[in-house]
């Protein structure tokens, strides 16, 4: 195990160079540069000075090497975009926040989506089952930000006087749960579905028709085979899940006023901020690369199986 850990831990080099390369090229590819994009024009003179000062007249593959220079050195660069702050700067003060809410979100998909999708599936075509199944379905399709905008109409204006959940701003845990709840709600949809599917297809297997006939507890055969073989798709999920709910919180953030990274990552794009863009990024596939290795580590718990392929 330890072997494949360390070797998943140098994989991770290859495959942020990539990812910077890509949205490096990528971002090129828009017409202009952060400075054209201002409403007042930036004299001819000015223009070079910003370009010289940001190595924007140099060739791509210079301007990369750079950027990449200040990744390996832990120095993403200023903000081209946001004058007297940096990348780093904007990366400290407003990821945590969507870090937060993106693990909270996680949190009560996975609380509550994994229990739903077991006992639906255990309580097949009865009437929880359907009850469930109508819920989730219907919740899959309702968006994030209606969830939001009827959250806060409850509980800011019908409910206001018996609950305690301000509907704006980030401060203590009453206000992380609204939110949380709005971004969380189509992932906990997800897993209720995937779970229950992945288990009625375990229900059905010859080894667990085997176990009951050997006389074993029910509870034994759900919890040791049935529960674990089943867990394996939504772990798979959970990983690019994650990264989704951390950097595409954006609406949510807007909505309840959360001072998150999401604003930002779409700002940088339209503003043509390379350096934030690519910042955060990066961010994102170190938080999707950990994520991975923290579900290929689960899959050796889940399945024994896979021990001996992976090391």
């Given at each position: 195990m330890l072997k494949f850990i360390v070797r998943r831990a140098l994989w991770t080099i290859p495959v942020v160079l990539l990812v910077v390369f890509m949205t490096f090229v990528m971002m090129r590819q828009i017409k202009g540069n952060p400075f054209q994009v201002t409403e007042r024009a930036v004299p001819v003179s000015i223009q070079r000075n910003l370009d010289r000062k940001y190595h924007l007249n140099k060739p791509w593959y210079t301007q990369y090497l750079y950027y990449v220079k200040g990744v390996f050195t832990a120095d993403l660069g200023p903000s081209l975009v946001q004058r007297n702050q940096g990348v780093n700067d904007i990366i400290k003060e407003h990821f945590p926040v969507s870090l937060k809410l993106g693990g909270l979100a996680m949190l009560w998909a996975v609380v509550f989506g994994i229990p739903l999708g077991i006992i639906a599936a255990l309580k097949q075509n009865s009437v929880f089952d359907y009850a469930v199944m109508t819920v989730v379905n219907s919740g899959y399709a309702i968006p994030n930000f209606?969830?939001?905008?009827?959250?806060?109409?409850?509980?800011?204006?019908?409910?206001?006087?018996?609950?305690?959940?301000?509907?704006?701003?980030?401060?203590?845990?009453?206000?992380?749960?609204?939110?949380?709840?709005?971004?969380?709600?189509?992932?906990?949809?997800?897993?209720?579905?995937?779970?229950?599917?992945?288990?009625?297809?375990?229900?059905?297997?010859?080894?667990?028709?085997?176990?009951?006939?050997?006389?074993?507890?029910?509870?034994?055969?759900?919890?040791?085979?049935?529960?674990?073989?089943?867990?394996?798709?939504?772990?798979?999920?959970?990983?690019?899940?994650?990264?989704?709910?951390?950097?595409?919180?954006?609406?949510?953030?807007?909505?309840?006023?959360?001072?998150?990274?999401?604003?930002?990552?779409?700002?940088?794009?339209?503003?043509?901020?390379?350096?934030?863009?690519?910042?955060?990024?990066?961010?994102?596939?170190?938080?999707?690369?950990?994520?991975?290795?923290?579900?290929?580590?689960?899959?050796?718990?889940?399945?024994?199986?896979?021990?001996?392929?992976?090391?």
């Open positions: 209606l969830i939001a905008t009827l959250l806060i109409y409850f509980f800011a204006l019908k409910w206001r006087a018996y609950t305690p959940f301000p509907t704006n701003g980030w401060g203590g845990p009453s206000s992380w749960v609204l939110p949380a709840i709005a971004l969380g709600h189509a992932p906990m949809t997800f897993f209720a579905r995937i779970v229950r599917g992945s288990m009625l297809e375990t229900l059905q297997q010859d080894y667990i028709r085997t176990a009951k006939a050997k006389g074993l507890r029910w509870r034994r055969v759900v919890g040791l085979h049935v529960l674990r073989n089943s867990l394996i798709p939504a772990v798979t999920a959970a990983a690019p899940l994650l990264g989704f709910l951390i950097t595409g919180s954006f609406i949510v953030e807007t909505i309840f006023g959360i001072p998150g990274i999401g604003k930002y990552f779409v700002t940088s794009v339209t503003g043509r901020d390379y350096s934030v863009t690519m910042g955060i990024t990066i961010m994102l596939s170190l938080i999707i690369i950990v994520a991975n290795l923290v579900v290929d580590i689960l899959y050796g718990y889940l399945d024994p199986r896979t021990r001996d392929v992976r090391t």
